[in-house]
C-alpha cells in the first residue's frame, strides 16, 4: 500500500532537522578547541589593555562633548548589555546636556568607537600570542 507523499514531507523536515543538530553538535567540539583558555598572565594583559583602551575611549568623547570623563562613564551602558555602545552613549549624553549634539560630534564620537572596538579586537586577537 502506498502512503501518500503528502506524510513524507513532514518526515523529511524532522530527517534534516535531525541530521542539522547532529552536524551542529558534532562541530561545537572544534570550534571549542580553536580557541584556547587564556593564561593568567594573558588574562590580565588582556583586562589591562581593555581598560587603557576604554579610558583612552572616555577620555576623548569627553574632550568632544566637553563634559568630565566620570560623566560620560555614568554614560556608558553596560558592557554585558546587547546594545550599540556609541548609540546607548550619545543618547544619554544628550539627554543629559539638555541639547542634541552636532553633526561634528556625533561624526567623532563613532570615528572614536570605530577605533576602540578595532583596538579591542587587535587586543583580544594579540592576548593568546603572548
Not at 523536515?13 to 594573558?42: D, E, F, N, T, W
Not at 566620570?70 to 541639547?99: F, H, N
Amino acid at each position: 500500500m502506498n502512503r501518500p507523499t503528502v506524510l513524507r514531507a513532514p518526515r523529511v523536515a524532522r530527517l534534516l532537522r535531525a541530521l542539522g543538530l547532529c552536524a551542529l553538535l558534532c562541530a561545537l567540539p572544534i570550534i571549542a578547541l580553536s580557541q584556547p583558555p587564556l593564561s593568567p598572565s594573558q588574562a590580565a594583559f588582556l583586562k589591562a589593555e581593555n581598560k587603557r583602551i576604554e579610558d583612552y575611549f572616555v577620555s576623548r568623547v569627553a574632550n568632544i562633548v566637553q563634559v568630565s570623563p566620570e560623566r560620560v562613564r555614568q554614560a556608558m551602558p553596560d558592557e554585558r548589555r546587547i546594545t550599540v555602545t556609541v548609540s546607548r552613549l550619545m543618547a544619554v549624553l544628550e539627554r543629559d546636556l539638555g541639547q542634541g549634539l552636532s553633526d561634528a560630534q556625533r561624526t567623532a564620537i563613532m570615528a572614536a568607537d570605530d577605533e576602540r572596538r578595532q583596538a579591542l579586537a587587535r587586543v583580544r586577537e594579540g592576548a593568546s600570542r603572548r
